[in-house]
């Protein structure tokens, strides 16, 4: 079923949004706040290569002197550029000395009447310069004066409302992004993790819609086969419980009636009220190995002593084992193979044991002056065993049912016929863990058709069958 969500469970599921829309607003101020660290840190990057740049990116008020120099061919009367840019409201000027080819003072920020106009000015390495060309002639250079702190304070103040403004618009859209994807990823998240809680609490029947995009819808599917899966094995671990329970209650209640009868003297202690005790004991004894050996096959750890085989001759000799037990109930048991078949890999003894296991139960529903046949063929890569019977069927409903464990058909296959119900379960694991496949279906004139098909051996899946260390193989 699709989640359904109790008030708790609602909370839960709210509580789960809550967390992961906090978790999107702390995303939205980190970007915030690295994207402003990060231009920040590129700004003071800048200002310390700042001597290399300006030879390379230049201000404007350097271009015009440069020009200047190019029309008069000297810097005598320089000033007057500087006055007409200040009356234009820039201040450039202010910032420096300029310096002509010889080093010497040509204008003290703006001025040309200081007393340090014609001085020599020996520059350091740490000054920062802009040198001056024209055609290619370096005549003269700028240097800056003014404070290097008080310029980089001036820098950072007019940076930060752009890289402000840019860190705010990338993480608004950063959260615009997450509260559209809210709808399609946030909240399909939360009903998986709250279904998750839900089943962990034992709530196995919990299953989430599917929705949101193709790797969440993934999740979400993979999510509810796990539900499902889970909520199978629970249901056919309860129902096997249960059907250990009832098959074990019979012969336990036969032998506590019988011994609490010898006990209380209401029954001699002879062979004819000791052997159906002992019977008892032999019924329960098969019922535990049958229970062994169908948990070991299903996890797949029994050793199969893996060997070139007949299928055929396997065939007759379990055959001639109830020949007799068919005599006597007046059923014609038959076998017939195909001449030439070829050999399969597998463990004769528990393929004898599938065998014998498919002959019994059908002789056990076949009625009297009926008919039992065995035919082994060749079939595509693989060689089938087929036992045919004229007894009642099973309903076509309950065919897929047939080899589940304790399973008996309420009808014509019922617990008064005998059997526990393992013996088909035992058959199937034995042969699918051999790599075969066991099927089930009805004759049109009536009776039940049980084959299993095992794959045909090549030469050397033989050779290495009959090697000592692959004679035992663990499945």
Known sequence: MTLSLAPASDLHTGNIRRRLFLLLGRAFAMVVVLTLVLLLTLAALVLAN???????????????????????????????????????????????LLLDATGHIVMDNGRADTPRIGQSLPLSAQALTIPLTVNNVEVGTFVVTQPFDVGLLRL???????????SFFTGLLTLLIGLLLM???????????????????????????????????????????????????????RNLLADIAHELRTPLTVMRGKLEGIVDGVYPADEAHVAPVLEETYILERLVEDLRLLTLAEARQLHFDRRPLDLSELARRA????????????????????????????????????????????????PANGRVEIAVRSSAQAV????SDTGPGVPEADLPKLFDRFWRSEKSRSRAEGGAGLGLAIARQLIEAQGGTVSASNLHGGGLRVAFRLPSSTNEEQRQARLPAASIEKR
């Open 50 to 96: 700042a001597s290399r740049l300006t030879r390379t990116f230049k201000p404007a008020f350097a271009y015009a002197l440069e020009t200047y120099y190019f029309v008069q061919g000297s810097w005598v009367g320089v000033e007057n550029l500087t006055h007409k840019t200040q009356n234009a409201g820039e201040n450039d000027w202010e910032q420096g």
């Open 156 to 166: 950072f103040i007019g940076l930060l409302p752009p890289l402000v403004f840019v």
């Open 183 to 237: 709808r399609r990823v946030v909240t399909p998240l939360a009903d998986v993790i709250a279904a998750a809680h839900s089943v962990a609490g034992g709530d196995l029947s919990t299953r989430v819609q599917v929705r949101g995009p193709g790797d969440l819808r993934g999740l979400t599917d993979s999510f509810n086969h796990m539900a499902e899966t889970l909520e199978r094995d629970d249901h056919e671990r």
């Open 319 to 366: 055959a001639d084992l109830f020949q007799a037990e068919a005599d006597e109930k007046s059923i014609a048991l038959t076998v017939g193979a195909e001449a030439g078949l070829p050999l399969v890999v597998a463990d004769p003894q528990r393929v004898g044991q599938v065998i014998s296991n498919l002959i019994g139960n059908a002789l056990r529903y076949v």
């Open 384 to 387: 089938e065993l087929a036992i």
